[in-house]
């Protein structure tokens, strides 16, 4: 069953930019989805988590924040072939 992720970014933000080209490589043909999300243009998702880019979600559940976990990542891929 493919998912969607959910990357919380910011515009300009170098770790954010590079955090989506990996994960978007990482995730190319199995299905599914990376959203990216500005925290800016919603004031409770600013609110929220701040100056705290980027984050990696699938639904409610964290995977990564700042960097890509590479092994938490692959992980998770693990267990949503």
Known sequence: ???TLTL???VGC????E????ISVLIAG???RLEC???DADPSLKTRHGWDVPL???GETEICRHQLNLP???EWLRANP
Not at 14 to 17: A, R
């Open 1 to 3: 069953m493919s998912k």
């Open 8 to 10: 919380y970014t910011r």
């Open 14 to 17: 170098l770790l954010c930019e």
């Open 19 to 22: 955090m989506a080209a990996e």
């Open 30 to 32: 199995t299905g599914h």
């Open 37 to 39: 999300v500005d925290v």
């Open 56 to 58: 990696l979600f699938d």
């Open 72 to 74: 938490a990542f692959q």
